[in-house]
């Protein structure tokens, strides 16, 4: 549980990974309207759903402090930018990461039309990865080495903040997933391939996350865990048969999937108002987190189809523009159903200590 933070890797990888699949073929020159409509598609996809969190968390102090320049920037979603944590967490703590996804979301037209250059080279492709996994790797080993990752969470200087929550240092994570999505669409290796990267990258996952030296060090905030992240969506993208593909593809899974982003940005407000009691042993624990689990997913299901949704295609009816040429058009699917029964968005993301 205390490793779940290592989701965040997972979900910068997979963002990447899903919006070069979705637009690998149709972000083809930085027109204004692509652009504009790219940019209409993802505030629409996230910003709704992020705000209504925002208030609802942000009301108790608007009433009785009134607006202030922090509930500015976490309205903005730039508060993953100050050094200060406090300001980074404050009112609804999950809401830092949405930060960093829109800052994602402004380099990616530039990310994917460099590597539309080079879609078709395996060996290339593989070689930016590896740059981009050696740049992750580089930053971790040098705040070790400076003893900056004994640093606390909340020094301007610590590990925390710039590997962990500083938008530009999860550039590479997200190329890393823009990468394996191009490799999935333009090799065709064989399935025992992709049914082993599946394994290796799930099992290095779960063995990292029980590996009690690794917790919360410069290492976990990020590097430790990209080779599994990128081996296990490959994975599943290229050989989506599997046992383990079936399962995330099912309707269940699905629905899950669409909602989690829901769960993500909901559940940190949630649990404090329905923790009962602390647990006095296993079963009361299992019992417990069960029950908040439940409770939390049927709420974010709720919010999904009577807030998330709705939104969406009220702002992308309302803003998008049409083209000149109608098949640069950018208006994607919400999921790349082509190749991989993945979901929309990233399924898996996490707070500071809790596994979504």
């Known amino acids: 549980m205390a490793a779940g933070y290592n989701g965040v890797t997972l979900f910068f990888i997979l963002s990447g990974f899903v919006l070069a ?4 073929d149709k972000f083809n020159r930085l027109d204004g309207v692509t652009i504009w409509n790219f940019a209409v598609a993802r505030i629409a996809r996230i910003y709704p759903l992020y705000l209504f969190a925002l208030l609802w968390v942000m009301a108790p102090g608007l009433v009785t402090t009134g607006f202030d320049l922090t509930m500015l920037r976490h309205a903005l979603a730039v508060q993953a930018w100050h050094p200060d944590i406090a300001v980074a967490y404050a009112f609804n703590g999950p809401g830092w990461s949405i930060g960093v996804e829109f800052f994602l979301y402004a380099c990616f037209p530039l990310v994917i039309l460099a590597l539309r250059r080079i879609r078709h080279s395996p060996v290339l492709l593989l070689t930016v990865a590896g740059a981009a996994f050696a740049f992750t790797l580089g930053l971790a080993w040098w705040f070790t080495a400076t003893g900056r990752a004994d640093l606390p969470w909340h020094d301007p200087s610590s590990a ?15 190329v890393i997933g823009a990468v394996a999505a191009l490799l999935a669409m333009s090799t065709r290796p064989a399935a025992w391939l992709g049914r082993s990267a599946q394994i290796v990258g799930a099992v290095m996952m779960v063995l990292l996350m029980q590996h009690e030296p690794l917790l919360f060090t410069a290492w976990s905030w990020d590097s430790a865990y990209v080779l599994p992240a990128f081996l296990l969506l490959w994975g599943l993208a290229v050989t989506p048969s599997t046992g ?30 329905m923790h009962i009691a602390e647990p006095t042993g296993w079963p009361s624990w299992a019992a417990m987190t069960a029950f908040e689990f439940v409770m939390i997913m049927l709420l974010a299901v709720g919010a999904h189809t009577v807030i998330e949704r709705p939104a969406q295609r009220w702002i992308r009816r309302g803003l998008s523009r049409r083209s000149a040429q109608p098949a640069e058009l ?12 993945l979901p929309a968005e990233p399924p898996t993301r996490s707070s500071e200590t809790a596994a979504v």
């Open 330 to 341: 950018v208006t994607p699917p919400e999921a790349p159903r082509a190749r991989a029964p």
């Open 160 to 174: 925390h903040r710039w590997l962990y929550r500083m938008p530009l240092t999860r550039i590479g994570d997200f």
């Open 21 to 24: 699949l979705s637009y690998a």
């Open 244 to 273: 383990f593909g079936r399962i995330l593809g099912s309707r269940p899974m699905v629905v899950l999937g669409e909602a989690s982003f829901a769960f993500y940005l909901l559940h940190a407000a949630l649990l404090p108002r």
